[in-house]
């Protein structure tokens, strides 16, 4: 493997530069170092701009060297990256010696998704006077494959898969099994509680303490600091305390917790130590396909779009079933907003689906003439 671009020094792009940078990886980390607030975008978007920065290492190119062309032959490689022992591999530590950039073929929507980040680094490349053009502003198609807005959120777990997932999740254990696995078994469920219940994002619930579940005037919140930094608090439901209560008694503490209490609500084996975001991560995912599995093997092929969209899910798909379900149950759309934290409306408002649903409901009533028969 080729080592790292932010390790070599490269020509400045730039006589115009604004930034003090040396080379385009130190140009990027000042990009980078925009985001030290929101450490799961930071780690994302690290991921996208060292990938770049390597593929173009490995071609003897800088950032201010990138085409319109180039970006087509990116997008391929981000969907074939060969070749495969040079550039795909395991997990593995950052510093070890057969670390690898890429697990795998990027999706479509991960690709998709790279693109954008890039199309945001470079916007900021060319303000800061690093690079002296955006290729990505030449894309003809550049709305249909760059746009990040959506209409709808559509990665979310509908209710009756909901449902489900959450009956399979809490399924009563055999007598015999181990301490170690009705351990598994608890914190799964506190998990996937958390997140269906309270909305929150994957870094959030991994920095969650004990003591950030207290008691005002008789209701219990929950006190998060977001993205940007940013505190605030949310309702914690009944359903909520009743996971808490039985997760706490699994760890041998009191049912409720204690103001200023330390200790991370989500931990490890030995009960002390905390989850961090990529074992968070990887513990939900392994739910999402191991629950994939159960279904397949229990509905067989008339589920297999469930089964599908189980394999398809991502942790923050949580987040988005959580939101998408407290919008269809009737919450109201300024209160959607302060659980989700979004500081704009619009952003809530993809959560809603009431006008899909009457739309539907309405478009129902026009049907052919006379009865239409099924094909023999």
């Known amino acids: 493997m080729p080592a790292p671009a932010h390790d070599l020094a490269l020509p400045v792009a730039s006589r115009t530069a604004r930034i003090a940078a040396g080379s385009d990886a130190e140009a990027v980390a000042q990009w980078l170092a925009e985001f030290r607030a929101s450490p799961q975008t930071l780690r994302a978007y690290r991921r996208e701009a060292e990938r770049l920065l390597l593929w173009l290492e490995h071609q003897r190119r800088s950032l201010g060297e990138l085409r319109r062309h180039d970006l087509d032959a990116y997008e391929a490689f981000l969907a074939s990256p060969t070749p495969r022992q040079l550039w795909v591999g395991p997990p593995r530590p950052r510093h070890a010696p057969d670390w690898r950039p890429f697990r795998g073929p990027l999706s479509p929507a991960s690709r998709r998704q790279s693109l954008i980040i890039l199309q945001g680094m470079f916007t900021w490349l060319v303000e800061a006077g690093w690079v002296n053009h955006n290729p990505f502003r030449l894309m003809r198609d550049k709305r249909r494959r760059l746009d990040n807005r959506q209409a709808g959120i559509e990665r979310y777990l509908e209710r009756t898969l909901w449902e489900w997932l959450w009956q399979w999740l809490t399924r009563p254990q055999q007598v015999n099994v181990s301490a170690r696995e009705r351990y598994l078994r608890h914190r799964r469920i506190m998990i996937f509680g958390f997140a269906y219940l309270l ?40 359903d909520m305390l009743v996971l808490l209560g ?14 200023g209490e330390e200790g991370a609500v989500l931990r490890g084996l030995d009960g002390q130590r905390g989850l961090g975001d990529n074992q968070l991560y990887r513990l939900i995912r392994d739910a999402f396909h191991q629950a994939a599995d159960a279904l397949e093997a229990e509905a067989g092929e008339k589920a297999m ?31 959607l907003a302060s659980t989700a934290r979004h500081s704009r409306l619009d952003t809530t408002a993809q959560y809603l689906h009431a006008e899909d649903e009457e739309w539907h409901r309405q478009q129902s009533a026009h049907g052919l003439p006379g009865r239409v028969e099924e094909p023999v």
Do not use: C
Request: net charge positive; aromatic share 10%.
């Open 199 to 238: 909305a929150p994002r994957i870094s959030e619930m991994a920095a969650a303490r004990m003591g950030d579940f207290f008691r005002r005037e008789g209701r219990w919140w929950w006190r998060v600091v977001g993205k940007g930094g940013k505190t605030a608090r949310i309702p914690v439901p009944d």
């Open 246 to 259: 039985n997760w706490r008694e699994v760890l041998g503490l009191a049912p409720a917790p204690r103001p």
């Open 305 to 335: 779009s469930q089964v599908t969209r189980l394999r398809e899910a991502t942790p923050h798909w949580l987040r988005h079933t959580a939101l998408t379900h407290q919008a269809q149950a009737g919450v109201e759309l300024r209160y």
